[in-house]
């Protein structure tokens, strides 16, 4: 069975600044995707960022990056220049080979002004 | 990317009766479909996932005739809760992915806002 722990329930963050949100997994597959979702209060779901089990860089996209420390099962995403719009929940995702994509518990980061 | 539709978009409904979700996929063939429950301030929970022609596998713990699922079409599955009760009142998400990969990004609806007086 897949895990995903995010242990950041909330976060706070300077509007410019960048922050990072914690993430770790555990399974025993040697190949699975790390995904990272955004979702505002309206509820929809968006997609950020995905990372592959076998990709040799960290996945990078706009503002977004992930810091992929396979073998210490982390995949934390880091925000760069912090917007207002920024503030949402966000979820760290795995799927393996049981292809059901598991989702950690979310953090709610909260940008400020 | 990928889009994917759900309606109603929220509904309120009396105790006892049932509601009907629908989930399309309008760009693409999913042939696995799968349903979320979101109670607020937590997680996605996985309560089945669909296979275009085949029955729905359920998580543990999800009542499979509470919570029928069909999927007909490789664009469309529906989620109907049956004989609603208050404490269904949730965030239904589903999402459609083209494959069952590990690297087969999946692509979410808007959700549905269950409310059961």
């Known amino acids: 069975a897949q895990k995903i722990t995010q242990t950041q329930p909330g976060m706070f963050v300077q509007e410019k600044e960048a922050v990072t949100l914690d993430c770790t997994y555990d399974?025993?597959?040697?190949?699975?995707?790390l995904f990272w979702y955004k979702q505002p209060s309206s509820g929809e779901m968006i997609f950020l960022i995905y990372q592959g089990s076998y990709d040799q860089q960290n996945a990078t996209e706009g503002r977004y990056s992930l810091n992929f420390q396979k073998a210490r099962k982390s995949a934390n995403l880091v925000i760069s220049a912090s917007q207002l719009g920024d503030s949402a929940m966000y979820f760290c995702a795995m799927r393996a080979n049981d292809y059901k994509l598991s989702f950690g518990a979310g953090t709610t980061v909260t940008v400020r002004a | 990317g990928a889009v994917v539709s759900q309606h109603p978009s929220w509904v309120i409904c009396k105790s006892g009766t049932s509601v009907k979700i629908e989930c399309r996929s309008l760009d693409f063939q999913a042939t696995t479909m799968f349903w979320y429950r979101q109670f607020p301030k937590q997680s996605l929970m996985l309560m089945a996932t669909s296979n275009e022609g085949s029955k729905a596998t359920y998580e543990q713990g999800v009542e499979k005739d509470k919570f029928l699922i069909n999927h007909a079409s490789l664009t469309l599955s529906t989620l109907t809760v049956t004989s609603a009760h208050p404490e269904d009142s949730s965030f239904y998400i589903c999402s459609a992915a083209t494959g069952t990969s590990p690297y087969n990004e999946q692509f979410f609806g808007p959700g549905t806002r269950l409310t059961v007086l």
């Open positions: 399974t025993s597959d040697p190949s699975y995707g």
